[in-house]
C-alpha cells in the first residue's frame, strides 16, 4: 500500500507565484521526511528535508510545513521561477533507515515565465 | 552532494535476458540502497547492501539480486527480465555520519523488449 500519499499531481505557476504541494503519510514510526527534485532523464536530488520535532523549515525559498497530528507535511516554493520546473517527490524514512525511502508518486511543477 | 555514478546509462534488453546495472558510490558511503522508478511514478525500494550484506528489501521478487563490493560499489542484478521491468534504476548511497539521508545517481533506464 501506498505509505505517502502526495498531491497534486501537477501544478502550473506564474513566475513569481508560490508552488504548494501536499503529502500525507501513515506510519507513524516515520521521523525523516526529505523532498527530492528531479529533471527530466535525472535522478532525484535532495531539496530540503525536516524532522518532526519542528514545524517549518526554510531554505532560501523553499519553506516545509509540517504538521505532526494530522501526518502532513507540505512544501512551498516562494517566488517560483522557470528552472523551478521539475518533478518534486516527498518522501518519509524511520530512523536510522539509512535511505529507504517511501516516496509519493510525485508533482510536476511547470513555472510558466 | 552526489558523487553517485551509474553505469550504463541506457539499456535495451529482450525479455527473459539477465542484465546487471553498477553503481559507484563516493567515499565516506557506506550503505547502497537501488530503486526503481516507473516512468511516471516515484521511486520504488528495491533493497539496500551495509556492509556487503543485504539490509533490507522491498517487495520486489527473488530475481531481482544485488551485491556490494569492499569498495562501497555495488551492482543490481536481474533474471527473466519481464517487460514491467522497463523502468529507471537509481542508486542511493548514504553518508556513514548522516544516516538518514539518500544521495541519488543519474539512474540506468533500462527498456525491456
Known amino acids: 500500500q501506498q505509505q505517502v500519499k502526495q498531491s497534486p499531481q501537477s501544478l502550473i505557476v506564474q513566475k513569481g507565484g508560490i508552488s504548494i504541494i501536499n503529502c500525507a503519510y501513515e506510519n507513524t514510526a516515520f521521523d525523516y521526511f526529505p523532498w527530492y527534485q528531479q529533471f527530466p532523464g535525472k535522478g532525484p536530488a535532495l531539496l530540503i528535508a525536516?524532522?518532526?520535532?519542528?514545524s517549518e523549515k526554510k531554505e532560501g525559498r523553499f519553506t516545509i510545513s509540517f504538521n505532526k497530528s494530522a501526518k502532513q507535511f507540505s512544501l512551498h516554493i516562494m517566488d517560483s521561477q522557470p528552472g523551478d520546473s521539475a518533478t518534486y517527490f516527498c518522501a518519509a524514512s524511520k530512523a536510522d533507515s539509512w535511505g529507504k525511502l517511501q516516496f509519493g508518486a510525485g508533482t510536476q511543477v511547470v513555472v510558466t515565465p | 552532494e552526489t558523487g553517485v555514478t551509474q553505469s550504463p546509462t541506457h539499456l535495451i534488453k529482450t525479455r527473459g535476458q539477465q542484465v546487471t546495472l553498477r553503481c559507484s558510490s563516493q567515499s565516506g558511503h557506506n550503505t547502497v540502497s537501488w530503486y526503481q522508478q516507473a516512468l511516471g511514478q516515484g521511486p520504488q525500494f528495491i533493497f539496500q547492501?551495509?556492509?556487503?550484506?543485504?539490509?533490507g528489501r522491498g517487495n520486489f521478487p527473488p530475481r531481482f539480486s544485488g551485491l556490494q563490493f569492499p569498495n562501497y560499489s555495488s551492482e543490481l542484478n536481474v533474471n527473466a527480465l519481464e517487460l514491467d521491468d522497463s523502468a529507471l534504476y537509481l542508486c542511493a548511497s548514504t553518508p556513514m555520519t548522516r544516516n538518514t539521508e539518500a544521495f541519488f545517481g543519474q539512474g540506468t533506464r533500462l527498456t525491456v523488449v
Open positions: 547492501y551495509y556492509r556487503e550484506e543485504e539490509n
Open positions: 525536516i524532522r518532526p520535532d519542528v
